[in-house]
């Protein structure tokens, strides 16, 4: 194709060649440049002298006249100007004018007779053109003529061209016509040097400038033809562009000349437009002659150049479709192959219905970039076609691409077509198996569901059987549905896992059918089975048996009827037996359903969340970032992505690529899902803080519900709800896991992860409880100090509370006594808060309520009643000096058992605690810690005593802290082991409602360092007499064992009454 095309442009730019040859050969020709090699701007100093011009006139033959003017310093002019100047004059009238010959008139009437001879002389001695006539103006000066006249006729044959000597300008009218005369000579001709100058200059420039842009054009038409054309896209184009501007930039000086010629010859009708009675000289009428000559021979280089040009172009274009045509050939080649390979991939028909329907809608978006690649081959394909009309070259690389191109084309839409049609096989198949699979979980679901106390009736037989029997009426289809029809009819997409599946789906068939059938022929037995009415029967006389009978029954010894007995037994355990295992197996494989229910409904609702998960972080949040949503988005909204969000996103990336795909793999063993549960219960406790977050969320929801921005969004993803249903999927999906749980549990009893599955579901609990009891936390206000220091938040819960005071000796009970105070109670680590719930407010999350704060109690000081007098839902709560008595009342004796556990544990815990680092120090420490150390054993000899005991010196609490015994928890109307001998009566011990020492109804673990003798100061709270003596005798008693024993004894009489 390139040597067609060089060829081709050797052929078009000879031609141009020759055109623009011959337009500037004929250029040089319009302008005499033959004859003179001067242009006017070379000798314009001279000219512009005015010694001599060409006026344009005539003689009577056509001679142009050569003017030379009365001029002084004429012998000073050098001879070289003279003849530069005399020759570019006769240069310039026509060849057919300047073939007459010249006429001279030299005007000397101002002059010297030695003047004229010397101008003479010169003409005489020098003239490039025919002269045919001198005709000279004489001195006028009377003295000059004379002598003029006389010097004329003695050097007349010195002058070797014919001179006529005029006297006046009359005489010279004899000779020249008026009207071909200047009016110097007293002639009508209108005559100004400058103009002609100018004339001649522009007209000689525009000459100049047609020829040069001939000769330009010469150049660049070879420059064009000699270029190779390139293969590659960027530089094919990049060329085109080049001479395209190269080519416009000698368009537009072209049309600067031609500009250039049609205002010389407007500059050359000056005189005409300006007077148009007159009209133009010869001189000027051949100007405007050769004026349009050149103009002629610019559109000739023009029209040359375009003809050129048309054939370079289109060579140019050519190549550049070719190479774009190679550039989109490959590009093209490679989308199909890409497009191939993607359709290889597509390998796989699916092992389930969804993954087979995923694989459709994947199929689906291949096919539409494929149809994209396939219109794009189909256009290339006719854009080939049309290259290969235009070019004409021979040359058949686009047709090989072309066909090329159609191949790959049709390949590829019939393996679209084969890979679509194997995939709908396959959902057919897998609907197919679907509904086979299904048909046989209703089956065993039916099963399981009837009710089998029911069916030992012979109506409620025959109900079980008619409904048995309309369910085996509608699988039909699934049964007439043979194994070796699907091996015939699937045989090109059946695979080992897809074969495998069949072979399970007909064996599950087969199983159900079986259990169907065995559940039939009991019903039928059941249906069959008849009352017989009891009829009385006589019994058979003996004398009615024979002999024989009687003697063989007589003859059977013990051991034989024993055989017979057992015999009898055996068969019938064997039977109960062989309907028991029966029973169980159908029970187990019930649940086993049951199971894959429950995990089938886990996976989808998973599935789901995830994918709406999804749809909220790109359709809202990531709207959020878009430049173009910005303006629909209000100020209070922006910057508050995670406000709004919480960490949704971190969930998101959670559940879709961790946590759904480990449940994806205990689908096949659904009783072991708690394992997973288990392995990623850390993580799960990311909804801790979008939970807290949440109000958070919804306060700034509500605020900007109505915005333009949310309502775009939920058009675009065309969602039915509002963004707030969505973020309140994760609180739904945390809640909905031990709901599953719960099922699973249900179905999984005695299974092998029913231990994980029930401590899935304590953990998934656990971090509802913790979710719940934080949201209350973070309602708290008016606390001062860092919640965060009190410890891990345990319990809360609200209760009715009483609180006592004690002021010196008397008790002081408030107002509130008789109406107990609502106070909710925050059980910490290390302390217990007291605060009073506001009234709710707002809607929503809104409505949280919030609680104020009012008390707060250091664990380390603080001991318990486990039973208050008067109700059994009461505790108490007093502090080791018991100044303050609170006297809680829980709403059941459930809450309050756990409530009393959780502080009992607690204090223990600190007691153990305390012990330990006390029996860490060496004995010689004991004495310098005095106060800590004495309230420790004080509180130990509570818990064995339950009175007060003396104050005892260092060395003796030191000797104690060595034998210190387990604590031990008893009712609060029990106390320590005491002797049984010192038991006193009821009425001479007062139950207390409040009591002094340790029990498993009364525990603490702090003292105040004020009542050194004493664990808690109740003989100072009471002005009792009778608490009184009972202070007294405590006093009297030597040993603390004492009081333990006579509390002891009327504790057993109490109970004893009781």
């Not at 050969?25 to 319009?30: G, L, M």
């Not at 970039?369 to 049309?386: F, H, P, W």
């Not at 199983?511 to 017989?532: D, G, H, N, P, Y």
């Not at 139950?991 to 340790?998: E, I, V």
Request: with cysteine; glycine share 4%; aromatic share 8%.
């Amino acid at each position: 194709m390139a040597m067609i095309w060089m060829q081709t442009e050797k052929v078009a730019v000879q031609e141009l060649q020759c055109r623009l040859s011959n337009v500037a050969y004929s250029i040089d020709e319009i302008m005499q440049k033959e004859s003179s090699f001067f242009f006017a701007a070379d000798i314009l100093t001279e000219l512009k002298q005015q010694f001599a011009f060409l006026s344009g006139g005539r003689g009577q033959d056509g001679s142009p006249i050569i003017i030379l003017p009365e001029f002084p310093s004429f012998c000073e002019i050098g001879d070289q100007e003279f003849r530069n100047v005399l020759t570019y004059l006769t240069s310039i009238p026509s060849l057919s004018a300047a073939g007459v010959g010249f006429i001279v008139v030299i005007d000397r009437r101002r002059d010297r007779w030695t003047c004229l001879k010397g101008t003479l002389l010169r003409i005489s001695g020098w003239f490039p053109g025919n002269l045919r006539l001198v005709l000279v103006l004489r001195p006028s000066a009377i003295l000059q003529r004379m002598l003029s006249d006389v010097f004329f006729k003695l050097h007349r044959d010195d002058f070797k061209v014919p001179v006529i000597m005029l006297s006046s300008v009359t005489d010279l009218h004899s000779y020249i016509e008026r009207s071909q005369l200047t009016q110097e000579l007293g002639g009508s001709q209108y005559y100004c040097h400058k103009t002609w100058i100018s004339h001649r200059t522009d007209l000689e420039s525009f000459a100049a400038s047609v020829k040069r842009m001939a000769q330009r054009l010469q150049v660049f038409g070879r420059e064009l033809a000699e270029t190779e054309l390139p293969n590659n896209l960027q530089i094919a184009s990049s060329l085109l562009n080049t001479h395209t501007s190269k080519k416009e930039s000698l368009k537009e000086e072209m049309a600067g000349a031609l500009s250039q010629g049609r205002n010389l010859l407007e500059n050359i009708r000056e005189p005409v437009r300006r007077d148009p009675e007159g009209s133009l000289n010869p001189d000027q009428l051949e100007n405007l002659a050769t004026v349009h000559r050149l103009l002629s021979q610019l559109n000739e280089s023009s029209s040359a150049f375009d003809d050129f040009w048309f054939q370079h172009q289109n060579k140019l274009e050519l190549s550049l479709k070719l190479c774009q045509f190679a550039y989109n050939f490959q590009q093209v080649q490679t989308d199909l192959k890409q497009a191939t390979d993607t359709l290889n991939a597509f390998s796989d028909v699916g092992i389930s219905s969804t993954q087979t329907e995923h694989l459709l809608e994947e199929l689906t978006n291949h096919e539409e970039k494929a149809c994209d690649v396939l219109d794009r081959v189909r256009s290339l394909v006719a854009e080939g076609q049309g290259l290969i009309d235009s070019s004409q070259n021979g040359d058949d690389s686009v047709a090989i691409n072309c066909s090329e191109l159609q191949k790959a084309r049709e390949k590829l839409t019939q393996e679209l077509k084969d890979k679509r049609t194997m995939l709908t096989q396959a959902m057919e198949l897998h609907r197919r198996l679907d509904m086979v699979c299904k048909w046989c979980d209703d089956g065993m679901y039916m099963l399981a569901s009837q009710p089998l106390d029911k069916c030992q009736s012979q109506e409620g037989a025959e109900l079980a059987l008619s409904e048995l029997e309309c369910y085996l009426e509608t699988a039909n289809e699934k049964q007439q549905w043979d194994i070796s029809a699907v091996w015939l009819e699937y045989e090109g997409i059946l695979k080992n896992e897809l074969k495998e599946q069949v072979k399970h789906a007909f064996e599950k068939k087969a199983s159900i059918q079986e259990m169907f059938e065995r559940r039939r022929v009991s019903l039928k037995k059941l249906a069959a089975k008849q009352t017989r009415p009891v009829q009385p029967v006589a019994p058979r006389p003996e004398s009615l048996s024979s002999p024989a009978h009687r003697d063989h029954e007589n003859s059977l010894t013990s051991e034989d009827l024993d055989r017979r007995v057992s015999c009898k037994q055996v068969r019938s355990d064997q039977v109960d037996r062989s309907s028991h295992s029966a029973s169980v197996s159908e029970e187990e494989e019930t649940l086993a359903v049951l199971r894959r229910h429950v995990m089938n409904e886990l996976l989808e609702t998973e599935r789901a969340y995830v994918e709406e998960l999804m749809c909220v972080l790109q359709g809202y949040a990531e709207e959020m970032d878009n430049p173009y949503m910005a303006p629909l988005i209000p100020a209070a909204l922006q910057n508050k992505k995670d406000v709004l969000f919480g960490n949704m996103q971190e969930i998101y990336n959670f559940h879709q690529r961790v946590f759904l795909k480990e449940l994806e793999n205990y689908t096949d063993c659904p009783e072991l899902v708690g394992c997973c549960f288990l392995d990623w219960m850390r993580e799960l406790q990311i909804y801790e803080k979008y939970c807290h977050n949440k109000p958070r969320s919804e306060s700034l929801w509500r605020q900007c519900s109505d915005c333009a921005f949310f309502q775009e969004c939920q058009k675009k993803l065309e969602h039915k709800l509002g963004l707030d249903s969505y973020l309140l999927k994760p609180v739904q999906r945390i809640t909905k896991y031990q709901l599953l749980l719960k099922e699973m549990i249900k179905y999984s009893k005695g299974c092998e992860g029913s231990v994980e599955l029930q401590a899935a579901l304590s953990s998934i609990l656990g971090i509802l409880k913790a979710v719940n009891d934080s949201m209350h936390l973070i309602a708290i206000t008016g606390y001062e100090g860092n919640l965060g220091d009190l410890g891990r938040l345990l319990m809360q819960g609200s209760f009715s509370v009483w609180a006592e005071h004690k002021r010196g000796h008397v008790k002081v009970m408030e107002l509130a006594r008789f109406k107990p105070m609502q106070r909710h109670l925050f059980l910490h680590e290390k302390a217990l808060l007291f605060c009073k719930r506001r009234e709710e407010s707002g809607e929503g999350y809104e409505k949280a309520p919030s609680y104020s704060f009012k008390q707060e109690l250091s664990m380390s000081a603080i001991g318990i009643t486990e039973h208050a007098k008067g109700d059994s839902k009461k505790f108490e709560i007093w502090s080791s000096s018991r100044d303050e008595v609170y006297t809680v009342q829980a709403m059941s004796e459930e809450v309050k058992t756990i409530w009393v556990t959780e502080i009992r544990k607690l204090l223990t815990g600190q007691l153990e605690a305390c012990k330990e680092a006390r029996q860490q120090r060496p004995p010689d420490q004991f004495t310098s810690d005095t106060s800590s150390t004495n309230r420790l054993v004080r509180n130990d000899s509570n818990l064995r005593s339950g009175g007060v005991e003396k104050q005892k010196t260092e060395e003796e609490r030191g000797k104690e802290l060595e034998n210190i015994p387990e604590p031990r928890m008893t009712e609060r109307t029990k106390g320590s082991s005491c002797s049984s001998e010192t038991k006193p009566k009821r009425q001479d011990i007062r139950s207390d409602p409040t009591p002094l020492g340790w029990s498993k109804g009364s525990l603490s673990l702090d003292a105040s360092m004020e009542h050194d003798g004493y664990f808690s100061a109740e003989e100072q709270m009471t002005s009792d007499p009778e608490e009184e003596r009972e202070e007294k005798l405590c006093e009297d008693e030597p040993q603390s064992m004492r009081i333990a024993e006579e509390i002891q004894g009327s504790e057993e009489t109490e109970n004893s009454e009781k």
